[in-house]
């Protein structure tokens, strides 16, 4: 499996962006998928998670209400939508797959393949 994050770049606060994950392989419509973060000098820290229909979703407490996980099968992507977005939303974004579970995780330790990262910066 192949991922390949898109989207970050330069937003004031209180703009938008939306990310975008590519992911290879004929199984993805079966694949759990996440967004995680790491701010400089922090660990990875869970953003969202999507199950393979798109059904279940969860967000860490700091992103409810302003960031939307999303996916479209078809394409092989996920999203994340990000509204509102603060200062303390800089980070590298990446984008996470577990192939092998049909339980919803947020933790690291959970997802077996990782994208590339993306840089979100937020300037106040």
């Known amino acids: 499996v192949q991922l390949q994050a898109s989207g970050g770049g330069l937003v004031q606060a209180g703009g938008s962006l939306r990310l975008s994950c590519a992911a290879s392989?004929?199984?993805?419509?079966?694949?759990?998928m996440g967004w995680f973060r790491q701010a400089p000098g922090k660990e990875r820290e869970f953003v969202a998670a999507?199950?393979?229909?798109?059904?279940?979703?969860y967000y860490t407490d700091s992103v409810k209400g302003r960031f939307t996980i999303s996916r479209d099968n078809a394409k092989n992507t996920v999203y994340l939508q990000m509204n509102s977005l603060k200062p303390e939303d800089t980070a590298v974004y990446y984008c996470?797959?577990?192939?092998?579970?049909?339980?919803?995780?947020?933790?690291?330790?959970?997802?077996?393949?990782w994208g590339q990262g993306t840089l979100v910066t937020v300037s106040s």
């Open positions: 996470a797959a577990d192939p092998f579970s049909t339980v919803v995780h947020t933790t690291t330790s959970a997802y077996d393949y």
């Open positions: 392989g004929r199984a993805f419509s079966r694949y759990v």
């Open positions: 999507i199950s393979w229909s798109g059904s279940v979703t």
